[in-house]
């Protein structure tokens, strides 16, 4: 490959290519370990659940057909014939006629389909119970196999663990689960002009941002991220240090050493591993254009903008779906994750055919409106314009950009 131009790509393009690793290895864990990471296998109901009928509410239990037609001013009268506990099992069915005193989460008796609210009902002695309202088949009740039924996928393969789902999983009595472990990723930043957070302001040098910036990015995906420091523009140095890396992570991201230039080793490090090649470098995103994705065996290395903000963008445009791809979730790519707010665009924004711009905005928000995006300019290189923003809003690569007082997306961030 001719080092010195980029071989610009589109963003679905790359997206095929990173498509095209395959995910993580799986290993069996607890349920509460499985939160936010992805199935395995396809999960399969072992029983039904609930395994009976129940009650919703605390009432009585009743035949629909009893309490047909029942109103505050023309009451249908019912007799009583047992009081349940939560945990009973009624060994009896109920008659015409009959209904039975139920708590919330009580199993129904046979002969029973249905549960009066205990608020539309009243006592008047001898077992007798005036029922102020009718009621319907089902209502106010849980049906046997309402939640899960025995032998139905409740989960499928390639889905990603939600809190919601560990609270079925247990109700079901499932214990443990396959899932792709969390893919290890390495980090390296790159340049001669980095040094640690906590040295001294020096002109000349700049703080390594990145590798913590990304951490964070990579913890967020669910991955594990491990920080292999700052690497000089020293071509021996970064391929040590890359080799090692790659060895002992699903995947390297290394922050800087991306664009044209003549201390831009990325590109040459790559190489220089065995059974290696570059696969793209450059993608057409702003920012974020030079961002290489190469391939060492069967890991990927991807070589991010060492820019501070432009790294973020990448990250979250095309490296957190893509560690989230390893892990084996089907749809990473599809946007899915994203929490999109509906905003009225308040000036127009300019975009460059043919690449796919990503808008740093700020939401105002409006008393009975939308909320007002405004772009957030500013230099190369300031981050402020990524702490002062909201969300992003992404201009499409065939669009020239949007009008004031269009509706737009802006993906929350």
């Known amino acids: 490959m001719n080092h010195e131009f980029f071989e610009i790509i589109s963003r679905v393009e790359f997206e095929a290519l990173l498509n095209s690793f395959t995910a993580v290895g799986t290993e069996k864990v607890s349920i509460s370990d499985a939160f936010g990471l992805v199935l395995d296998e396809n999960i399969i109901s072992p029983e039904d659940l609930p395994p009976a009928n129940r ?3 605390d009432g009585y239990a009743v035949n629909a057909r009893d309490a047909f037609g029942a109103t505050e001013g023309n009451p249908a009268y019912l007799e009583c014939s047992a009081t349940l506990k939560v945990d009973e099992n009624p060994d009896f069915e109920l ?14 008796p046979d002969g029973a389909d249905a549960v009066v609210m205990v608020e539309h009902t009243q006592e008047l002695g001898a077992g007798t119970i005036e029922i102020r309202k009718s009621s319907a088949p089902g209502e106010h009740t849980m049906l046997k196999g309402e939640d899960a039924a025995k032998g139905d996928i409740i989960f499928q393969a390639g889905h990603k663990v939600r809190f ?17 472990r969390k893919p290890r990723v390495g980090i390296i930043s790159t340049g001669d002009e980095l040094v640690e957070i906590d040295s001294p302001q020096k002109v000349g040098t700049i703080r390594d941002v990145n590798s913590h910036t990304l951490r964070c990015l990579v913890n967020e995906a669910g991955a594990e991220a491990v920080n292999y420091g700052i690497v000089r523009d ?3 140095k970064l391929e040590s240090t890359l080799e090692k890396a790659i060895a002992e992570n699903d995947l390297v991201l290394l922050s800087g050493g991306s664009s044209v230039g003549m201390r831009d080793l990325t590109v040459q490090a790559i190489e220089s591993m065995q059974d290696s090649e570059i696969l793209a470098h450059g993608v057409a995103i702003s920012p974020g254009k030079p961002t290489i994705l190469g391939r060492t065996g069967n890991k990927p290395v991807l070589g991010l903008p060492g820019q501070v903000t432009s790294v973020q963008v990448v990250m979250l ?4 779906p893509f560690i989230r791809q390893l892990m084996g979730q089907q749809d990473a790519f599809s946007g899915t994750d994203r929490m999109l707010v509906q ?10 055919p043919g690449r796919e711009d990503y808008v740093r905005m700020k939401l105002t928000y409006r008393d009975g409106k939308l909320p007002l995006a405004e772009p957030v300019y500013g230099k190369s290189g300031l981050l402020k314009t990524m ?13 020239e950009g949007f009008y004031a007082g269009n509706t737009v997306n802006i993906w929350k961030i």
């Open 343 to 352: 905003a009225e665009l308040g000036r127009n924004t300019v975009s460059k």
């Open 234 to 236: 020293e071509l021996d």
């Open 317 to 320: 445009a095309l490296v957190v």
């Open 95 to 108: 008659q015409p006629g009959e209904c039975a005193a139920i708590p919330t989460g009580g199993t129904l």
């Open 164 to 180: 919601q789902d560990v609270g079925l999983l247990a109700a079901l009595g499932i214990k443990d689960v396959s899932i792709h």
């Open 387 to 399: 702490v002062q923003a909201d969300g992003l809003m992404i201009i499409p690569a065939d669009t």
């Open 55 to 57: 009650s919703c509410m």
